[in-house]
């Protein structure tokens, strides 16, 4: 079985500020670990993949993240925040074989000007 | 190369009525993954299909809803005497195999009177 928890259902930061997006996963087998954003009244968009090659994955946007195995981790950050990173970020997780994604509740990001 | 394609984008029904959302996956995409994102949850998977045939149907309510995917035409979603509660938007999402990245298309928002 699988599972996701984002820490904190709403993170506010200044634009400028370091972005960090905490997501703590639980699997039986080698995880694949997805990070997506949505933009309101829209579809899901791919930032970033971890499928069990570099533990740090740089995705589009500026943003990445570290899959950290020891911790179950794989926090989402962006050196800078621009405005337009305002969104919902959805962490998710799927296995090898395992066709279905995991989400979790999802993070809503609002960047303070 | 069009992306996912969902319509409608809105649907509005009565409760008692039929909807059927539909899913036109990306050129050369066989697999197909329907997902429902209630309000201010994260999405949860409800089914993965391949041309003419269900693959994984663990997250389908066991009444009411029905998909496929027939050899020609669009994947539907089809969700029969539907209830206040099956008010959310619809996601679908493919890929050109298993293992790969799932692309997402903009969603149904379902709207039930």
């Known amino acids: 079985a699988q599972s996701v928890t984002q820490l904190g259902s709403h993170v506010s930061v200044s634009e400028g500020a370091l972005v960090l997006l905490r997501c703590n996963y639980s699997s039986s087998v080698p995880p694949y670990l997805f990070w997506y954003v949505q933009y309101p009244n829209q579809g899901l968009q791919l930032l970033l993949k971890y499928t069990s090659a570099a533990t740090l994955v740089k995705g589009i946007n500026g943003f990445e993240a570290e899959f950290k195995k020891s911790e179950t981790s794989f926090h989402l950050t962006k050196p800078s925040a621009h405005m337009s990173d305002a969104a919902e970020y959805f962490c998710a997780v799927s296995g090898l074989g395992a066709q279905k994604l995991v989400f979790g509740q999802g993070t809503r990001l609002t960047i303070n000007p | 190369n069009a992306g996912v394609m969902q319509n409608p984008r809105h649907l509005v029904r009565r409760r008692g009525q039929e909807a059927r959302l539909r899913c036109s996956p990306m050129?050369?995409?066989?697999?197909v993954y329907w997902y429902r994102q209630l309000p201010e949850e994260g999405l949860k998977f409800m089914v993965y299909l391949q041309k003419e045939n269900i693959i994984d149907e663990s997250g389908m309510p066991k009444e009411r809803f029905s998909a496929e995917f027939p050899k020609e035409g669009p994947s539907i979603l089809r969700i029969q005497q539907v209830v206040r509660g099956d008010s959310a938007a619809y996601f679908c999402?493919?890929?050109?195999?298993?293992?790969?990245?799932?692309?997402f298309g903009p969603g149904t928002r379902l709207t039930v009177l």
């Open positions: 999402a493919s890929s050109p195999g298993r293992n790969n990245e799932q692309f």
């Open positions: 050129k050369g995409h066989s697999h």
